[in-house]
């Protein structure tokens, strides 16, 4: 008799991982891919043995899988996962489970977050855990205004009906880079301004309205201000909301600082990233709660799952906001970055609206991790 093998979903992997719950993962991806992204979670255990060698020799792990809790297999799609938990299982083991549409599934999903009140209403923080993704939902007396919206609208949508909600605003910080942004998407579908700083404007195909500094807009008892940060981006933007939250887009995470380079300026923009974190910055309120547009390490994720920081905590312990030479942090900035982006370019040109890939095109063109920091 073979045990049967049981489903894991995206989302309740991802309830796993915020929960804290021990795991252990068997990723059967190629080595080069599991090298470049896989699942990270603070109690989670995770080896690699690709589907290639198992399929002719599942003895090769069989001995260092523990027998005493559950297995969670993945693989890219799916679909390797499920032979390889169908063989553990037709080979006695038991607890064994098949992540559904593996690492896809898990790039693509978002989790909604209360982050905390503002006026008339919640600051939502929506996670898309496998890809280090954030972006916000500021909902006031029925309306609500989404910042950097991940391409994958469906839950914004499912967000919007549940809370009968009339979207009356969608603002992107900075033309992205890593991913492809939803705002035009939630914009069309809803009738909605779509908002983008016109200096990362310029070769776009579509239109917009201009977010400039100090420009506001009404969310129900909610004020969100802009605030002009430049140096991920010539345009980057930031944003106060009800003079509690920065939403600091890619200039500033909880644990590192925006790279200038995915335009092909770091040298012309390193000087207006110093400016932002150690000047524009510093002259705001520090007892504003940091919401970043993303996350780099699973250690950066608070108990309650959300990706937040106060301004101040940062300024001591955040090492790219305390590097006193300006020539150090040049260097910090501008040399040995980490590889950028895949697709980064093909993905900007996407968000400008000079292409429009298909469905799957979208979705290889944002395999991978986030590569939006410095480190």
Not at 111 to 123: F, M, R
């Amino acid at each position: 008799m073979t045990t049967s093998v049981k489903n894991l979903t995206a989302g309740e992997l991802t309830q796993k991982i915020m929960n804290g719950d021990r795991m252990f993962i068997l990723d059967v991806r190629p080595k080069d891919a599991f090298d470049d992204w896989k699942v990270e979670g603070k109690n989670v255990k995770i080896i690699n043995k690709p589907f290639s060698e198992l399929k002719d020799n599942l003895e090769s792990v069989q001995s260092i899988l523990p027998d005493n809790e559950a297995i969670y297999v993945i693989c890219a799609k799916g679909n390797s996962s499920t032979k390889t938990a169908e063989m553990l299982a037709g080979a006695g083991m038991n607890n064994i489970y098949s992540v559904e549409g593996g690492m896809q599934a898990w790039s693509e999903y978002l989790e909604p977050v209360k982050i905390g009140d503002v006026s008339g209403g919640v600051l939502y923080q929506f996670i898309r855990i496998g890809k280090g993704c954030l972006s916000y939902a500021i909902v006031s007396k029925g309306e609500v205004a989404f910042i950097d919206p991940s391409c994958l609208i469906e839950p914004y949508k499912k967000f919007i009906q549940h809370h009968d909600l009339s979207v009356i605003a969608v603002l992107d910080t900075h033309l992205h880079a890593d991913h492809i942004s939803g705002g035009r998407s939630l914009s069309n579908e809803f009738d909605a301004p779509y908002y983008l700083p016109p200096k990362d404007a310029e070769e776009v195909q579509y239109t917009y309205k201009e977010v400039k500094d100090e420009t506001g807009i009404k969310v129900g008892d909610t004020m969100i201000e802009a605030v002009y940060s430049p140096g991920h981006t010539i345009g980057s933007t930031s944003f106060i909301v009800d003079r509690h939250y920065l939403l600091t887009g890619d200039i500033l995470f909880i644990d590192s600082i925006g790279r200038p380079d995915l335009a092909g300026k770091a040298e012309d923009w390193v000087g207006d990233l110093r400016e932002t974190l150690y000047s524009r910055y510093k002259n705001l309120n520090d007892d504003l709660i940091v919401l970043p547009a993303h996350y780099m390490t699973i250690n950066e994720m608070n108990d309650d799952g959300s990706i937040s920081h106060r301004l101040r905590d940062l300024y001591e312990e955040n090492h790219g906001l305390n590097i006193e030479d300006e020539e150090e942090f040049r260097k910090t900035v501008t040399e040995n970055l980490p590889p950028q982006p895949n697709s980064y370019q093909k993905i900007r040109e996407t968000n400008m609206g000079k292409i429009n890939p298909d469905e799957d095109a979208k979705r290889e063109m944002e395999t991978g991790p986030n590569r939006c920091a410095v480190r």
